[in-house]
């Protein structure tokens, strides 16, 4: 039996509990909404950019934990099927402009120009090429990757779908999907696999 | 007599980055030889003229009303700048909302000396062309709070409203590039080239990095705020641009400041 005191307690505390402590979900539409009262468009920078797809909210509300199994597997489907794969089935490029593309930082920001150039910024998170001392440390090295992981189609198809869309592969990686997002073309990231899986590439000795 | 004051400073800020050692990866780390750098820039800091000129700036008649911040309230009382911002942001009661101190400078701008929130909001960064009267403001007011320990208190629901909205927004993904502030300050020991990225997530991160803000850039010859530094990192994540002194930049403040409560608060600083 429940005496009437202990129910009107915990009636209490959770209307208390209802005014002062939204639930987690109300909290991150309430703060996307300040996110897009706080923001103006500039340049090539509109406020859609503030408008999250399913893999951007639902990586958000895991505050930096990993992913559950489940959820990891629903977001990796769902990314690997964004994936267009290049119609001549041919996924490597020229090393020399992957080098290029792996070095150039602007594009997308409403500082760069539009028409200017656009490139992948690999150098700010990856080691790459051993010549590039001035390499950021967010994602693995990629020093040696094909030499390391075999010249083979696997994992020529695997760098190229990994660029594309790096949730694909792993859910809420830290790295941009630079193929879903059109931050770079398929020639592009052709020239990045070349960086990676080219035995002539400086990746590579 | 300011402008030659200012001349100087940048020359001293070239001489200093002139000759900084390039880093060449042999006889020591590149990461020590930017560490020499660092504490070669420690010599002498230009900011200094910034809290001079925004010492002046803080007393002078302004505004349609001509009244002075001196009847500016940053919540220690009117014209009180001593250990001020080591308690921002907080919420004010004549304001209604919370606000960090580059909100409330503007609101004071408003709301006493008269000019159009348009007006007060309308020169926040300085470009080559032009100063700011806000850097030096804020440069004059932070450093009266230098060696004071930050203490940002959440006892007002408001408060723990906006801490937890800046909460969110820290780890909110968007754009074109799916990054959050996280992306870059969520993990120890990470770097974007040779950049050093404190950790937010934890509370030394969040001391190193909040309180060595404002600071005089070297390659931009400016004294910038935390409004600036926010502003900056937005949009290298491909965002929009944030307003100045809006909601969303007030709740991250108020999160990250919180974050460095008990450092003792160590700006304006210099850096790269």
């Given at each position: 039996m429940i005496s009437k005191p202990f129910l009107w307690v915990a009636f209490g505390l959770a209307a208390a509990g209802c005014a002062t402590m939204p639930s987690d979900a109300e909290r991150q539409a309430q703060a996307a909404a300040m996110l897009k009262a706080s923001f103006k468009e500039n340049g090539q920078a509109k406020?859609?950019?503030?408008?999250?797809?399913e893999t951007q909210r639902a990586c958000s509300a895991l505050a930096g934990k990993p992913p559950s199994k489940e959820l990891a597997e629903t977001l990796e489907k769902a990314n690997l099927a964004t994936i267009q794969w290049p119609a001549d089935g041919k996924l490597v490029g020229d090393w020399k402009n992957g080098e290029r593309i792996a070095q150039e930082g602007r594009g997308?920001?409403?500082?760069?120009?539009?028409a200017g150039p656009v490139g992948g910024n690999c150098y700010a998170c990856h080691q790459i090429?051993?010549?590039?001392?001035?390499?950021?440390?967010i994602g693995p090295s990629l020093q040696q990757f094909g030499k390391l992981r075999g010249y083979n189609d696997e994992i020529r198809k695997y760098a190229y779908g990994k660029i594309y869309n790096a949730d694909a592969y792993s859910?809420?990686?830290?790295?941009?999907r630079f193929g879903q997002h059109q931050i770079l073309t398929e020639q592009q990231i052709k020239d990045l696999v070349a960086l990676l899986m080219?035995?002539?590439s400086p990746v590579n000795q | 007599m300011q402008r030659s004051l200012v001349r100087a400073a940048c020359a001293v800020a070239v001489a200093l980055a002139v000759a900084v050692p390039v880093a060449?990866?042999?006889?020591?780390?590149a990461a020590d030889e930017i560490e020499k750098y660092r504490q070669a820039l420690q010599?002498?800091?230009?900011a200094e003229l910034w809290e001079v000129r925004g010492e002046a700036l803080w007393k002078e008649p302004r505004g349609p009303k001509k009244?002075?911040?001196?009847?500016?309230?940053?919540?220690?009382?009117?014209g009180v700048v001593k250990g001020a911002y080591a308690k921002l942001p907080r919420h004010f009661a004549d304001a209604d909302r919370v606000q960090d101190l580059e909100s409330r400078l503007v609101w004071c701008m408003v709301?006493?000396?008269?000019?159009t929130e348009a007006d007060a909001k309308r020169n926040p960064f300085a470009n080559p062309d032009r100063k700011s009267d806000i850097e030096a403001l804020v440069a004059y007011v932070t450093s009266e709070s230098k060696g004071v320990p930050m203490a940002v208190s959440l006892d007002h629901p408001k408060m723990r409203e906006m801490y937890a909205l800046g909460e969110k927004m820290f780890w909110f993904r968007g754009g074109s590039h799916d990054f959050?502030?996280?992306?870059?300050?969520?993990?120890?020991a990470k770097r974007i080239r040779l950049q050093d990225l404190p950790n937010l997530t934890k509370k030394e991160g969040a001391q190193k990095g909040y309180t060595t803000w404002p600071a005089y850039r070297v390659s931009q010859g400016e004294l910038r705020t935390f409004q600036w530094r926010l502003y900056d990192c937005f949009r290298q994540q491909r965002f929009p641009e944030l307003e100045y002194a809006s909601p969303a930049s007030v709740a991250l403040t108020t999160f990250l400041a919180y974050n460095a409560n008990g450092a003792p608060f160590a700006a304006p600083s210099i850096k790269r």
């Open positions: 406020l859609d950019r503030l408008d999250q797809d997308k920001q409403f500082t760069d120009d539009p090429s051993k010549q590039e001392i001035s390499y950021g440390t859910a809420c990686s830290n790295m941009p080219d035995p002539q | 060449t990866g042999q006889g020591g780390s010599d002498g800091n230009p009244v002075a911040f001196t009847q500016c309230d940053l919540g220690q009382g009117p709301n006493q000396q008269g000019y959050a502030c996280a992306t870059c300050h969520g993990e120890d």
